[in-house]
């Protein structure tokens, strides 16, 4: 209990912007991941890790496609850095993180899935969440 305690202090930024996030979408979680709640919702253009909170797009729900369960288990790996890096990780791995996202967004729009992802993810913050989700990609 303390421990819990303690490991959301140590993330308390991330905590903070996670919960306001699912208050304003006003999701329930609909289930756990690894231990930790996962919120959908379909006003996430695709997933987001903050501290104990993974929102991700409800398309995303119930579905056992390599796609989600790689989504699933990479949000979890930033859950991790998360706890690894307490209250330096939004600066660290959300804020690269979002803004390789937007670029990809914008200045690859024309590219194919495949080209995109591969880009996006052989940044080293998402290079970092995959190893810790175990995620393994073809590309």
């Given at each position: 209990m303390l421990k819990n305690i303690l490991l959301y202090i140590w993330q308390l930024p991330q905590n903070l912007f996670g919960a306001i996030l699912v208050w304003l979408y006003n999701v329930e979680?609909?289930?756990?991941?690894?231990?930790?709640?996962?919120?959908?919702?379909?006003?996430?253009p695709s997933g987001i890790s903050l501290g104990r909170y993974i929102i991700l797009n409800d398309h995303y729900e119930n579905n056992t496609w390599q796609n989600s369960i790689n989504t699933h288990?990479?949000?979890?790996?930033?859950?991790?850095?998360?706890?690894?890096?307490?209250?330096?990780?939004?600066?660290?791995?959300?804020?690269?993180?979002?803004?390789?996202?937007?670029?990809?967004?914008?200045?690859?729009?024309?590219?194919?899935?495949?080209?995109?992802?591969?880009?996006?993810?052989?940044q080293p913050w998402e290079k970092w969440a995959d190893k810790l989700g175990n995620v393994e990609r073809e590309f």
């Open positions: 979680s609909s289930r756990e991941w690894n231990d930790v709640p996962v919120y959908y919702t379909p006003l996430m288990n990479h949000e979890w790996g930033h859950t991790r850095q998360s706890a690894y890096l307490g209250w330096l990780y939004l600066l660290l791995i959300g804020l690269p993180s979002l803004c390789g996202n937007i670029y990809d967004r914008i200045a690859h729009k024309d590219w194919p899935y495949t080209e995109s992802a591969k880009w996006y993810y052989n």
